[in-house]
């Protein structure tokens, strides 16, 4: 995935979320079951895409409350994670 598309994905995400909750990533993963079914092959990559990057925000966020609350120690990421 280009670094564009991982952006414009982890905005759109970022919206879902703060819009409808957590709740969004499972009701994306049904959309794109539902259009993959339906022969909307791009529109199912994109819906994935889309709750991927959704996924990696609550990881991210996750991971960065425990690190400040000091229950676990910060590692080193890979370059270009999160």
Known sequence: MRKLDRAYYEKVAL???ARDGIG???KLH???ANAY???FLNGAKI???TADAAERLIRHTATS???REGQIERRDREPGRL
């Open 15 to 17: 919206d879902l979320l």
């Open 24 to 26: 969004v990533i499972w």
């Open 30 to 32: 049904l959309d794109a």
């Open 37 to 39: 079914r339906g022969g």
């Open 47 to 49: 819906l994935l895409a």
């Open 65 to 67: 409350e425990l690190v």
